[in-house]
């Protein structure tokens, strides 16, 4: 069984920054993850796709955080990070942070979610 912690949401004014960490615990290893990942959702909106980051390294971003949101990954600490730069009032939300891992067949995947943190950025 994967659990999987969210921490560091918060209010931030626009222009500001926060991180936030999603640490795995149980029997969950991000050094084992298929893919690691975080989604948002805003009020009245549907959930999106922020980030994604592959165990080969690849990284890709929304358009919408381009340039302005970094996704990483620290093995030892078993914990993806989601650096936040320039928020703008349009990235509050709920965020959630999405582990899958291979399962059999190979071909597919197994999801799971942390808890969510709560982003509000002022204007």
């Known amino acids: 069984q994967v659990q999987l912690v969210e921490s560091g949401g918060g209010l931030v004014q626009a222009g500001g920054s926060l991180r936030l960490s999603c640490a795995a615990s149980g029997s969950g290893r991000i050094a084992s993850a298929n893919t690691m990942g975080w989604y948002r959702q805003g009020p009245g909106k549907q959930r999106e796709l922020v980030t994604q980051i592959t165990n080969g390294g690849g990284t890709n971003y929304s358009d919408s955080v381009k340039g302005r949101f970094t996704i990483s990954r620290d093995n030892a600490k078993n914990t993806v990070y989601l650096q936040m730069n320039s928020l703008k009032p349009e990235d509050t939300g709920v965020y959630y942070c999405?582990?899958?891992?291979?399962?059999?067949?190979?071909?597919?995947?197994?999801?799971?979610w942390g808890q969510g943190t709560q982003v509000t950025v002022s204007s």
């Open positions: 999405k582990v899958t891992f291979k399962v059999l067949p190979w071909s597919s995947e197994y999801a799971y």
